[in-house]
Antibody, heavy 120, light 108 residues
Framework: EVQLVQSGAEVKKPGDSLKISCTGS????????IGWVRQMPGKGLEWMGI????????IYSPSFQGQVTISADKSISTAYLQWSSLKASDTAMYYC?????????????WGQGTLVTVFS | SYELTQPPSVSVSPGQTARITCSGD??????AYWYQQRSGQAPVLVIY???KRPSGIPERFSGSSSGTMATLTISGAQVEDEADYYC???????????FGGGTKLTVL
């Protein structure tokens, strides 16, 4: 069974750095793209970017380029989303997700979400 | 940047047919996908490649696409179908994904 397990909720202050994780199991981690999706409180889904763990090829949404860093450690089947300096506007639920088939980039399998709260 | 446009809300009575539309300039060249998100839960894929249904999704969910518009149809909507629905596709280059703004489906 494909599973994506995300790290737990975080409460941070503006200016803090943060790295959240998403660990895949039940499949070949290096064979599928894995992506990140933001959902701000009461708002819709936003596609942030995707990474191919096999070769670390990464594509960012223009809206998130330079604002976050997506990475992966294939040795532990884990993808990451990180910020160097958080803002209050980064408060959101963040989902990792994986396509259903090799080569696709739409998302079929989703993590449970990581809630990030940033306030002073 | 590329955008997909959905109506903010759709309302139907139980047993009626609900149709949710998604418009985007690249849809003639790119597949549309549909996600259901119930309150407090992660999204669930209900339609992929314009009109295919993943295993476990009820037959009342169907999808179609023509020109710049994709449509999710729920035939005989049930109370448990009440949720937010998002379309998804990629830009014309196929590089960047994008979600529509979401449609709140009310069944009552």
């Amino acid at each position: 069974e494909v599973q994506l397990v995300q790290s737990g909720a975080e409460v941070k202050k503006p200016g803090d750095s943060l790295k959240i994780s998403c660990t895949g199991s039940g499949y070949s981690f290096t064979s599928y793209w894995i992506g990140w999706v933001r959902q701000m409180p009461g708002k819709g889904l936003e596609w942030m970017g995707i990474i191919y763990p096999g070769d670390s090829d990464t594509i960012y949404s223009p809206s998130f380029q330079g604002q976050v860093t997506i990475s992966a450690d294939k040795s532990i089947s884990t993808a990451y989303l990180q910020w160097s300096s958080l803002k209050a506007s980064d408060t959101a639920m963040y989902y990792c997700a994986r396509p259903g088939i090799v080569g696709a980039t739409y998302f079929q399998h989703w993590g449970q979400g990581t809630l990030v709260t940033v306030f002073s | 940047s590329y955008e997909l446009t959905q109506p903010p809300s759709v309302s139907v009575s139980p047993g009626q047919t609900a149709r949710i539309t998604c418009s985007g300039d690249a849809l003639p060249k790119r597949y549309a996908y549909w996600y259901q998100q119930r309150s407090g839960q992660a999204p669930v894929l209900v339609i992929y490649d314009d009109s295919k249904r993943p295993s476990g999704i009820p037959e009342r969910f169907s999808g179609s696409s023509s020109g710049t518009m994709a449509t999710l149809t729920i035939s005989g909507a049930q109370v448990e179908d009440e949720a937010d629905y998002y379309c998804y596709s990629t830009d014309s280059s196929g590089t960047h994904g994008v979600f529509g703004g979401g449609t709140k489906l009310t069944v009552l």
